[in-house]
C-alpha cells in the first residue's frame, strides 16, 4: 500500500531521497549503470575523467551502503570486481529521465 503524504511528509521524503544521490560523482556513476550495465572499479576510472581513486571507492561504498549499487566479488588473482545497480537503483532511471524532461522544459 502507497504512503499517504501530507505537504510537510512529502517535503521532508523527497529531501531524504536527494539526499541519497547528493555528491559529487554519484549521479555521473548511475548513468554508468543504467540498462542493465556492469563496470568494474578500472571502467570508472576511463569513464569519468578528474574522479580520484579514493573519491571513487567512497561514491561507490555509499551507493552500495544505501542499496542503490551491488558490489560482487570474484575469488581470483588479480581480484575482479562488479558494480551493478540493484533492482530499486535501476528504478532511479525513470525518476531521473523525468528530471530530465522537466529540465528540457526549461528552455522551451
Known amino acids: 500500500m502507497r504512503k499517504i503524504y501530507t505537504p510537510s511528509t512529502a517535503a521532508a521524503d ?3 531521497a536527494i539526499k541519497l544521490l547528493e555528491g559529487s560523482w554519484k549521479l555521473n556513476i548511475l548513468y554508468h ?7 568494474r572499479y578500472s571502467d570508472f576510472e576511463k569513464l569519468i575523467p ?3 581513486q579514493k573519491m571513487l571507492a567512497q561514491q561507490l561504498r555509499k551507493l552500495e551502503a544505501d542499496g542503490i549499487v551491488s558490489r560482487e566479488v570474484y575469488p581470483q588473482v588479480p581480484p575482479k570486481v562488479e558494480y551493478r545497480l540493484t533492482e530499486w537503483g535501476q528504478a532511479l532511471c525513470p525518476a531521473l529521465d523525468a528530471l530530465l524532461l522537466w529540465v528540457e522544459q526549461k528552455g522551451r
Open 33 to 39: 549503470l543504467f540498462d542493465g550495465k556492469v563496470q
Open 14 to 16: 523527497t529531501l531524504e
Open 50 to 52: 578528474g574522479i580520484s
